[in-house]
T-cell receptor, first 114, second 117 residues
């Protein structure tokens, strides 16, 4: 069964607007971490933001914020004030406490339009 | 600055060749991983290792083997390369331990683009 689902294969957003990238996950482990990564066309994976399952507040890192809805098992990434350099693939990932592995979703390709 | 280095960025190999992809990390991480990335499929785990000489199969281990003789080095081996192994391969490392905490994130190398002809 797919543990991480990203239902948007591709998204477009106008420069300077906000965009939300969806991520839902499936786990029975009460303790887990959720991560978002950005992959530009050059290929490197860049860590963006982290949310712990017991964190009371939604994580924020600059223009990135994570809309964490634990009961719905969703961890959507919100990018505010999009920039042309935000055009990339975005991956949602989860690490469960009982394992050491990171499970990734299929990714969403974001294109920022000038 | 944290660093995961993959030895080859681009490789072209012939069907049936033995292929070695090397990865080195300088963060003293216990865990190391090899992922394969294909369009529409995201990252799929091939193998991971949580200690020297230890290895665990991931989701798609068939056709691959790994070697971890030193803590900082994790090698992926394609014993007999096939065209369906044409892909991008990502090495990564992380700390051993709890899933909680941003410090337990995973760090990636730049990727190795392998073409098997």
């Amino acid at each position: 069964a797919q543990k991480i689902t990203q239902t948007q294969p591709g998204m477009f957003v106008q420069e300077k607007e906000a965009v939300t990238l969806d991520c839902t996950y499936d786990t029975s482990d009460p303790s887990y971490g959720l991560f978002w990564y950005k992959q530009p066309s050059s290929g490197e994976m860049i860590f963006l933001i982290y949310q712990g399952s017991y964190d009371q507040q939604n994580a924020t890192e600059g223009r990135y914020s994570l809309n964490f809805q634990k009961a719905r098992k969703s961890a959507n990434l919100v990018i505010s004030a999009s920039q042309l350099g935000d055009s990339a693939m975005y991956f949602c990932a989860m690490r469960e406490n009982y394992g050491q592995n990171f499970v990734f979703g299929p990714g969403t390709r974001l294109s920022v339009l000038p | 600055d944290v660093k995961v280095t993959q030895s080859s960025r681009y490789l072209v190999k012939r069907t049936g060749e033995k292929v070695f992809l090397e990865c080195v990390q300088d963060m003293d991480h216990e865990n190391m991983f090899w992922y394969r990335q294909d369009p529409g499929l995201g990252l799929r785990l091939i193998y991971f290792s949580y200690d020297v000489k230890m290895k665990e199969k991931g989701d798609i281990p068939e056709g691959y083997s790994v070697s971890r003789e030193k803590k900082e080095r994790f090698s992926l081996i394609l014993e007999s390369a096939s065209t369906n192994q044409t892909s991008m391969y990502l090495c990564a490392s992380s700390l051993l331990g709890s899933a909680r905490g941003q410090g337990n994130t995973i760090y990636f190398g730049e990727g190795s683009w392998l073409t098997v002809v």
